[in-house]
């Protein structure tokens, strides 16, 4: 009997969680008692009790799942789901409550999602919408399925509320509400020329003023204009063309702007129309500039919102898109403008990016190459911007991996650089400047054979833009010049020669926090590799004063790179000597006894200290005043590794 209970008590202690252990571990101080004879007794007292509240669970939890399965047999599954559920706190280790309940979850599932369907479709809006929710209750994985079918209830209910008071509207002889009926009766008209038609539109047009115009357009079925009459659809094809179907063209276009603007069904409507679905691409490579204007504006009413995103994404191939639009920076007026802010649109959809990465080395990335080398003649406004879109495009990893590996792109980069800085004092030409530094500080973000082939040039010429007036152009200079310099010994050298340690001493006393955190970090990756560069540092930072305060920055990285700067000057002989009269025993042990958060920054604020006291044995006496020897002797082990 003994032997039984201790398995059962085990049993109950180790494998089974939640309430019951709970309980376990509180009758283990019941049976606190000194004799053990006693203990045992108890211990068997104990296991029996826990053996009849088992017994009685089980009994409940078996009347449970029968009524679970009951539910289930009649359909209801929401309530054997709840059967089930409760049957499990009863007993935790019933297997078949478990596999019923997931059947049933399941089939609850389908049900409501079939009855959210059916509820959409009869007009029942919150019915609808409670199935829905339910699922994302019941199965949180499938969030954004959900959430999207929500999205559709909200935008029919909508769509039918507009409806209903354009009807009335109509109904109560609203001017335009009127004209709209009767001019699309007018446009059914067969066999007219395309004036007649283009005329008709622009009418129509001025006519649509607000959603009720918008939605008896609809509901009228404006949208079948194209497709019944083959003058209007030959109008809209985007093939060669006389004067007059130009015209037509344009004024479709209009009318489509005039009819989706803020209108979510119109637009879906539109975007599902198979004619116009095929055209749009083709007219947006229109030869007729004021064709491909039209054609941006429409687009770019639903590149504004998330929902017209996703009709974009969901209708349109959009793989060849990024180039298309790129391809507009060559032009001189505002299509460009238009076609970058429809790309920057695009580009806060994930699936917009992973689409891009199609087309990026054979189409992308030679047309970009192209548009930097001939910055001079392009729209420099909007190259600017479509740098921005390709430097925003490094947050895809794919992306930024293909950019980086470039070698013609940055080539390119440092070409632009150049005409930037001779053409320079122009504003664009500091925009493009501006937007290039940003993208090569994301390329930099990678590190490969590249990028160590560039680095002396890329090196050298951020050099020559720390002067620069403009502090945003500085800031990024020298963010670059932080992560390329790291590629490439060399580069360093040869930045050390050009002067970057007083540059950047000169930053870290006077400038903001960014320029500072990037200042440091490109201090730490010269003094690392430079030796000239330590002594530097030694002799314009009269007695670390820079990086003794840096080390009190809120900022971890720059503490990180402070301290790791101080250890690498602390070589130079006589460093560590002229630190004797300063606080740095006690700054230095405190982030390594965990002020600092980061291991990182504890162990580079250790190896400083080690290093120090290595070098000028004075320090240890102060460290000892401290009680800080247990530190350092931590630390010894990261300073025999350097
Ligand atoms: C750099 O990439 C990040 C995303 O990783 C992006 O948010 C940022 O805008 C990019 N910077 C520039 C200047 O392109
Ligand atoms: C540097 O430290 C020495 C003592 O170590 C001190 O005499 C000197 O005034 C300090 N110099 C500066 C500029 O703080």
Redesign the pocket.
């Known amino acids: 009997m003994l032997v039984e209970a201790a398995i059962l008590w085990v049993f109950v202690l180790s494998t089974d969680p939640g309430p019951q252990r709970r309980q376990g571990k509180e009758d283990t101080h019941n049976v606190k008692t000194e004799n053990p004879g006693d203990f045992l007794a108890a211990l068997e007292e104990d296991a029996q009790e826990r053996a009849r509240r088992r017994k009685k669970n089980e009994g409940l939890a078996n009347a449970l799942k029968e009524k679970g399965n009951h539910a289930f047999s009649k359909g209801d599954y929401g309530t054997a789901v709840q059967r089930y559920t409760e049957g499990l706190e009863k007993r935790k280790d019933m297997p078949e409550l478990y596999t019923n309940r997931a059947q049933c979850n399941e089939k609850c599932m389908k049900a409501y999602f079939h009855m959210g369907k059916a509820h959409l479709a009869l007009k029942h809006y919150s019915e609808s919408r409670q199935c829905y929710q339910k699922l994302l209750e019941l199965d949180p994985q499938k969030e954004s399925l959900y959430k999207g079918c929500l999205n559709e209830v909200d935008l029919q209910e909508r769509a039918a509320k507009e409806e209903g008071k354009a009807l009335e509207e109509f109904q109560s002889g609203k001017l335009t509400a009127v004209s709209v009926k009767e001019l699309l009766q007018k446009l059914d008209r067969a066999n007219q020329n395309a004036l007649y038609y283009a005329g008709g539109i622009r009418l129509l047009t001025e006519a649509i003023r607000e959603r009720t115009e918008q939605t008896l357009f609809r509901t009228n079925n404006g949208f079948s204009i194209i497709n019944d009459n083959k003058v209007i659809r030959r109008g809209f094809c985007a093939e060669r063309k006389n004067t007059a179907e130009v015209d037509l063209s344009i004024s479709l276009l209009v009318l489509w702007q005039a009819v989706c603007t803020g209108n979510e069904e119109n637009q879906r409507m539109l975007l599902t129309h198979p004619d116009v679905n095929v055209q749009l691409p083709k007219l947006l490579s229109s030869e007729v500039p004021e064709i491909q204007k039209e054609t941006l504006a429409l687009l770019f009413l639903y590149s504004q919102t998330e929902n017209g995103r996703c009709l974009l994404l969901r209708h349109q191939d959009l793989t060849r898109w990024l180039q298309v639009l790129m391809a507009f920076i060559k032009v001189p007026d505002t299509r460009a403008i238009c076609a970058m802010n429809l790309l920057a649109d695009l580009m806060k959809e994930e699936k917009f990016r992973i689409q891009c990465r199609i087309k990026l080395s054979t189409g992308t990335l030679p047309l970009f190459v192209q548009l930097l080398k001939t910055v001079r003649l392009v729209n420099r406004a909007a190259l600017a911007h479509g740098i921005?879109v390709m430097?925003?495009l490094?947050?895809d990893g794919v992306l930024r991996v293909q950019m980086a590996e470039s070698q013609e792109c940055w080539q390119a980069c440092l070409q632009l650089m150049d005409v930037c800085c001779c053409d320079g004092s122009a504003a664009e030409y500091q925009e493009c400047l501006f937007?290039v530094l940003?993208?090569m500080?994301?390329l930099s973000l990678e590190s490969n054979m590249v990028i160590q082939g560039s680095a002396v040039d890329v090196g050298r010429k951020c050099l020559s833009l720390l002067s620069s007036k403009d502090g945003k152009i500085v800031t990024r200079a020298t963010g670059v010049l932080s992560r390329v310099l790291s590629t490439c010994p060399s580069a360093v050298d040869e930045a050390v020669k050009g002067g970057v340690v007083k540059k950047m001493l000169k930053f870290l006393k006077a400038c903001g926090q960014i320029t500072c955190s990037y200042a440091i970090k490109t201090l730490a990756v010269c003094t690392k590799s430079s030796n000239q560069a330590r002594e530097e540092v030694m002799k314009s930072d009269k007695n670390f004063s820079v990086l003794l305060q840096l080390l009190a920055s809120e900022n971890e990285l720059i503490v990180g790179n402070a301290a790791f700067c101080l250890s690498q000057c602390l070589n130079v002989p006589g460093a560590a000597a002229s630190l004797l009269n300063s606080n740095i025993v006690l700054v230095l042990l405190k982030l390594a006894g965990g002020d600092a958060r980061k291991t990182a920054v504890q162990e580079n604020a250790a190896v400083a200290l080690g290093k120090l006291c290595t070098a000028e044995p004075r320090h240890i006496l102060q460290l000892r005043e401290l009680n800080g020897m247990a530190v350092l002797s931590s630390s010894v082990k990261h300073v025999q590794g350097l």
């Open positions: 921005a430097g925003d490094c947050s937007a940003g993208l500080m994301n």
